[in-house]
């Protein structure tokens, strides 16, 4: 099993940064699983933000995140990490951590290929 917990969020203005962490432990997991972040507002799908691949780091990111958004993982501590900047309201949402192994290019985006999710953090962009 493999247990991941979020943290980081809260309430920031406009233009403003956040930076979200995923803790992930158990003992099935290791620097082959793909970590990535999730968010879902109300009324609206969970979609992808961003991902990162296995040990060499490759990423991934929606094209709302690109230019804004940076992942990151700390193999040795097992966490990965979203640096979030020039937020916008739109933002708004809870933000999830989610995780399996191996997972490729194709499969990113998807939710259901993933077997491992944190509880979330909310991230609120508002004056």
């Known amino acids: 099993q493999v247990q991941l917990v979020e943290s980081g969020g809260g309430l920031v203005e406009p233009g403003g940064s956040l930076t979200l962490s995923c803790a992930a432990s158990?003992?099935?997991?290791?620097?082959?699983?793909?970590m990535a972040w999730f968010r879902q507002s109300p009324g609206r799908e969970r979609e992808v933000v961003a991902a990162i691949f296995r040990s060499y780091g490759r990423s991934y990111y929606a094209d709302s995140a690109k230019g804004r958004f940076t992942v990151s993982r700390d193999n040795a501590k097992n966490t990965a990490t979203l640096h979030l900047t020039s937020l916008k309201p739109e933002d708004t949402a809870i933000y999830y951590c989610?995780?399996?192994?191996?997972?490729?290019?194709?499969?990113?985006?998807?939710?259901?290929?993933?077997?491992?999710w944190g509880q979330g953090t909310q991230v609120t962009v508002s004056s």
């Open positions: 989610a995780a399996d192994r191996q997972l490729i290019l194709s499969q990113i985006a998807t939710m259901t290929s993933y077997n491992y």
């Open positions: 158990g003992r099935a997991f290791s620097s082959s699983y793909t």
